[in-house]
């Protein structure tokens, strides 16, 4: 896959978390999604976050150990969504994907940490429709290179607290063996 494809997946999956969110409702702010304790309001303030750090380690070289506030998004999420995801886009079109990025854990390049927003965007786009009791399947070559991108890190899974342990799929799709492995049943 070319840094073009990556780049694409990249803001794919960002038009559709974008696009989920945009039918959520305030007045729904507080239903519960899968992801734990988070409601609807923590899940998109913590993919909002994400793209903050992006922008954060990208532009200023800076690791931020912290989420953007609950509440922080304020009385137009969808338009400090869009503000945050066009300028992380903005950003990663104009960066190198083989650039280091400052982690105080591991090793972190852009193409890296892609990965990781490409799977909050689409991952959390479908548990935003699953909370909303609507049916969402991820695109087949987002998922499929996001099982690419994962599956040598099942180990990681497996132990981390960041996702639920892998699941078996409901089906062969690329979207539930991706969900099945970040421990989603659809």
Not at 70 to 77: E, F
Not at 163 to 186: C, E, M, Y
Request: net charge negative.
């Amino acid at each position: 896959m070319t840094s073009t494809d990556v780049v694409d997946l990249y803001v794919r999956s960002s038009a559709l978390f974008g696009e989920a969110l945009s039918v959520v409702t305030i007045d729904l702010w507080n239903e519960p999604t899968l992801c734990g304790d988070w409601d609807i309001q923590a899940l998109a303030v913590h993919v909002v976050s994400g793209e903050a750090q992006l922008i954060s380690l990208v532009e200023d070289g800076i690791f931020i150990d912290q989420e953007i506030a609950s509440g922080a998004l304020g009385p137009d999420p969808l338009a400090v969504w869009r503000g945050t995801a066009l300028k992380a886009i903005s950003l990663v079109k104009e960066t190198p994907l083989d650039q280091s990025l400052p982690h105080p854990t591991m090793d972190l390049t852009l193409e890296r940490l892609l990965g990781a927003r490409i799977t909050d965007n689409a991952v959390h786009a479908w548990d935003l429709m699953k909370a909303l009791g609507k049916d969402h399947v991820i695109e087949d070559d987002i998922a499929e290179w996001l099982l690419d991108y994962w599956l040598p890190l099942y180990d990681f899974l497996a132990e981390s607290d960041h996702f639920d342990s892998p699941v078996t799929p409901a089906n062969d799709s690329p979207s539930s063996r991706l969900l099945g492995l970040l421990g989603r049943q659809i």
